[in-house]
């Protein structure tokens, strides 16, 4: 059986870059009252790099929660593939101080670890993420619901 | 004026941004080192209960979380005015030199490292922990997960969770650790010693033994005589998580030592109007500039400093290594900051053996982890070195512990000045008329801030959250002459 893991990246306090976690919050929610359910794991997760490699060893599928500074409009919902991302060496789904996490995945699947094969990264656009803060802008807010039923979607369907 | 920006820098968190001012003939005039700083975090605190502190300051930052978990219940302890029982604190220590073995052995491998294990000349794309692993063997890649695991898994038996431990409290720990757990963790811990060995090793073969290295190392170009600090035990030893802050001056005099509740007799903040980051410098000898020297109050903070502000480890193979340091590189103390590469892995030899130490200690077991707090909380200072500097907390409450100010020190602010420095000597030596800014030579730059492990941004995992790395060269009329991208 595939095992599934959706992890809500961010940090809880800082405005928007919270939202990862409240959109894992919210399918974990649509999950349980479910009629159809689905056999997941769903975590709320701060780091990146290693450490969240670390976190997808032993599943098949992972899809990432996250905000995203793309310019498009605030609250859009994106998905993409992880392998479609830019690989930069810093940042974000880089930790601070390692590395990317396709460069930890590639660390990870050299040294025998499993991982999944897919990763997934739904994001959310965000406004503010520098000031902290434990509310999501409103409009930002207001993605929450669609942003989980993108990542209830994609768990339904099938690789 | 011509002008170069590298922005951001590769492998740094925090969207870091230099720009390399030219002037007519091409040569460095000035250089600027920028930083968009999180907001708010201190107005933030303020209103609630100091006892959250330990919870929410570890959420400022996803690289050290467990150093301000450290510094916020140390400060708390100070606010309630009680001290924690022998086996809190050791606890504590012990979860701390865990989480060092894990950070430095990351910094090593992932950020510090290839540039010297896979040269400063390399392609960009092979500069990193893969690339590493590529040239070095597959074995250490396993080794560093390994490291990792071990570290994680202490920092989850005493701190209740991974990464953000959540278990200290005004006067000790929610919990102890059984015998069974006493265990595993001086099982992880003999481990440990020995990666740090062999990290070691490997270090003395791949930088050590090449003399192009060396004379990098040594070379004037990544040297700064500045004053050095560093946390310190009662005989002057080196220490993570207690004691008091020593000073040494550029000639290794030891200027003094300060408690944590002194702190602001010793360390002021000067403002550039460049930048909203404070510039942290000795009081007693007042700012004078971006310069060098026994006159200027600019310091450094980092694992070179904490080695510079000492008299030695307070273990014995890591003592070992602190004498071979200082004879290969010309006694004490040592200023050429790429040297903080070796003096990082020294450390990580002593978190590892001081990691079984504690856990042979007798107390640790002991049921008596927590003292209850029955003083009236009013203000408290909280000191630990973070492993990129030393990390001050001061908090001020009411008479319910309900925080009324809150004020903090983190560990690379302290090094914004000489990293600044830094910054611009490195670019005078590489860019100059008749030198091609190549990607190598500017990752020459890149090299002399990154020894100091700097983290400005915290935590912030927005997506993609990156641009290219660009450098944009403008003439004296400030239009632009060319422009150059790594990764596009």
């Not at chain 1, 593939?81 to 660390?107: E, K, R, W, Y």
């Amino acid at each position: 059986m595939t095992r599934a893991i959706v992890i809500g990246l961010g940090n809880p306090i800082l405005g928007d870059d919270g939202v990862g976690w409240r959109v894992a919050e919210e399918v974990k929610k649509q999950i349980a009252i479910s009629d159809q359910p689905l056999a997941i794991e769903v975590d709320c997760f701060s780091l990146g790099g290693l450490s969240l490699m670390e976190r997808l060893i032993g599943y098949d599928r992972a899809i990432i929660v996250d905000a995203v500074s793309t310019g498009r409009q605030i609250g859009a919902v994106s998905v993409a593939s992880l392998d479609d991302l830019p690989n930069f060496s810093s940042t974000h789904t880089t930790a601070a101080h390692d590395t990317s996490l396709q460069t930890a995945l590639g660390v990870g699947r050299k040294t025998g670890a499993h991982l999944p094969r897919t990763v997934t990264v739904v994001g959310v656009e965000a406004e503010r993420v520098y000031d902290f803060g434990e509310q999501l802008t409103p409009a930002v807010e207001a993605a929450v619901p669609q942003a989980a039923q993108r990542v209830i979607d994609l768990l339904r369907r099938k690789e | 004026m011509q002008r170069i920006t590298i922005d951001p820098i590769t492998r740094l968190e925090g969207h870091g941004k230099i720009e390399i001012f030219l002037n007519e003939e091409g040569d460095v005039a000035n250089t600027y080192f920028q930083i968009p700083e999180l907001r708010g975090f201190e107005r933030f605190c303020v209103g609630r209960p100091v006892e959250e502190m330990p919870l929410l300051t570890n959420r400022i930052c996803g690289v050290c979380p467990e150093a301000h978990h450290m510094a916020a219940a140390k400060a708390a302890d100070a606010v309630y005015h009680v001290d924690p029982p022998p086996t809190a604190k050791k606890l504590r220590e012990l979860l701390y030199s865990a989480f060092y073995v894990t950070d430095h052995t990351t910094h090593f491998y992932a950020l510090g490292g290839p540039d010297f294990v896979m040269g400063p000349d390399a392609p960009v794309a092979e500069r990193n922990i893969l690339g590493v692993i590529h040239k070095v063997g597959l074995e250490i890649g396993g080794k560093v997960i390994q490291c990792r695991k071990y570290g994680h898994t202490v920092v989850e038996m005493i701190g209740g969770r991974k990464v953000h431990p959540c278990t200290s409290i005004p006067g000790g720990l929610t919990k102890g650790i059984t015998e069974e757990q006493r265990l595993e963790i001086e099982k992880m811990g003999r481990w440990a010693i020995e990666f740090a060995q062999f990290s070691l090793k490997v270090f003395g073969d791949i930088v050590l033994g090449n003399k192009a290295y060396v004379d990098l190392i040594l070379g004037d170009i990544y040297t700064h005589r500045t004053y050095s600090m560093g946390l310190v035990d009662a005989d002057n030893r080196v220490n993570f998580y207690d004691g008091k802050v020593s000073v040494v001056d550029p000639e290794g005099k030891r200027m003094g030592t300060y408690a944590p509740n002194e702190y602001t007799d010793w360390i002021a903040e000067h403002v550039e109007p460049w930048t909203y980051l404070k510039f942290p410098y000795l009081k007693k000898i007042g700012w004078k500039g971006f310069v060098d020297g026994k006159d200027s109050g600019v310091y450094m903070a980092t694992p070179l400093s904490r080695l510079n502000a000492s008299d030695g480890m307070a273990t014995p193979l890591a003592q070992a290594e602190y004498e071979k340091f200082y004879s290969t590189l010309g006694g004490k103390p040592v200023h050429q900051r790429l040297a903080t590469h070796w003096a990082r892995l020294i450390e990580l030899l002593y978190a590892a053996e001081r990691w079984v130490e504690l856990a042979t200690d007798p107390e640790i077991t002991s049921p008596n982890f927590h003292t209850v707090p029955t003083e009236k909380p009013t203000e408290g200072v909280g000191i630990v070195e973070a492993p990129r500097g030393t990390l001050t907390h001061h908090y001020t409450t009411d008479e319910r512990g309900v925080l009324t100010k809150v004020n903090l020190i983190v560990g690379t602010t302290n090094n914004y000045a000489p990293i600044s420095m830094s910054i611009k000597k490195a670019a005078e030596s590489f860019i100059r008329k008749g030198v091609v800014v190549s990607e190598g030579a500017l990752n020459r730059v890149e090299m002399a801030f990154r020894a100091y492990d700097p983290c400005f941004g915290c935590a912030t995992h927005s997506l993609p959250g990156q641009m290219p790395l660009q450098i944009t060269i403008r003439d004296a009329e400030g239009k632009e002459v060319e422009v150059l991208r790594q990764y596009c």
